[in-house]
């Protein structure tokens, strides 16, 4: 349901298919630079969503899309 002002909390929150889709951090070997997403289980094609710049940028992907697990990390 919209409001007509103001936020609603649960469009602040995504969701994804973890029978699908498996949360990943790309991370670069000669940049550093990291990347989450998430990763087809089928085909392992990445999908990029945010770019990380520190752990409250690790914790924001995690409440944004209710993970609670550990995140893959792949070179």
Do not use: W
Not at 18 to 45: L, N
Not at 57 to 66: E, H, L, M, P
């Amino acid at each position: 349901m919209k409001r007509l002002f103001g936020r609603n909390k649960q469009a602040n929150t995504k969701s994804y298919d973890p029978e699908v889709m498996i949360p990943a951090i790309r991370c670069s070997i000669c940049t550093g630079e990291q990347v989450a997403g998430f990763r087809d289980r089928v085909t392992g094609e990445f999908h990029e969503l945010y770019v990380i710049r520190n752990e409250a940028d690790i914790d924001a992907f995690r409440r944004k899309y209710g993970i609670d697990g550990p995140i893959e990390k792949f070179y």
